[in-house]
């Protein structure tokens, strides 16, 4: 006998065989017809195949980069999925809103799965988020009493977890800071006039910049002798 397809917009089947392949959702009867002799008709037997469209997990998206303890949400262009992650010591992600929480540094990858039916396998897609730690500001060594405008010295800016972006300075105690353009980890200073803070900003990744501890150069004004009239 052969085979054939009532409908191969949704799947073919080789009159042979009887090897079918699904093209589009949807159900097709497939007829197996014997031919007649002798005058007799044709007879035929007919059988049904269902054809499920594959899952598709969509096109994820949602801020990849976070701070211990801070959050971010993915969000896929198709619903009705679940999310996980690869390293829950990084980050978790709530397994229905895709809203992560960042655990510790590190990158975790987040897999959002959409359940195929039908005989369908699954469908995944995967996106990654790096978690930074916050940073540790450092402290300065050492504070100074200098004379005016008859000083010099170098601050050294130890312990810091992170990127320095700057140095800072104030004379009024932090009113108004202004900054130095310094990423290094010393910052000198020389013929100060007037007692000065110094500090230095460190940032690391996206979360919050921090301050060092400061340090106060002490300033005394120049003691000049008067004198004696006789």
Do not use: H
Not at 184 to 203: C, D, E, G
């Amino acid at each position: 006998g052969s085979w054939s397809s009532g409908s191969t917009g949704i799947a073919t089947i080789n009159s042979s065989t009887g090897v079918i392949s699904g093209v589009g959702a949807g159900t097709a009867t497939m007829t197996y017809t014997k031919t007649g002799t002798g005058g007799c008709s044709n007879a035929t037997a007919t059988r049904t195949v269902t054809v499920t469209a594959a899952p598709s997990a969509g096109t994820l998206s949602g801020t990849q980069a976070i701070c211990v303890g801070g959050s971010s949400t993915f969000s896929s262009t198709v619903g009705g999925g679940s999310w996980s992650s690869g390293s829950t010591g990084i980050a978790t992600i709530n397994s229905s809103t895709g809203a992560i929480s960042g655990v510790s540094a590190g990158t975790a990858t987040m897999t959002y799965t959409a359940t195929g039916t039908g005989g369908c396998s699954n469908a995944t897609a995967t996106r990654t988020v790096t978690v930074t730690a916050a940073p540790v500001g450092g402290s300065i060594s050492s504070a100074a009493t200098e004379c005016f405008g008859e000083n010099s010295a170098t601050l050294t800016l130890s312990g810091e977890t992170g990127s320095i972006t700057k140095w800072q300075y104030s004379t009024d105690n932090w009113s108004t800071p202004v900054d130095i353009t310094n990423t290094t980890n010393t910052q000198a200073y020389s013929n100060l006039t007037a007692t000065t803070k110094y500090r230095a900003v460190i940032q690391s990744g996206v979360c919050a910049a921090t301050n060092s501890t400061d340090i106060t150069i002490t300033v005394y004004d120049v003691i000049v002798p008067g004198i004696i009239e006789w």
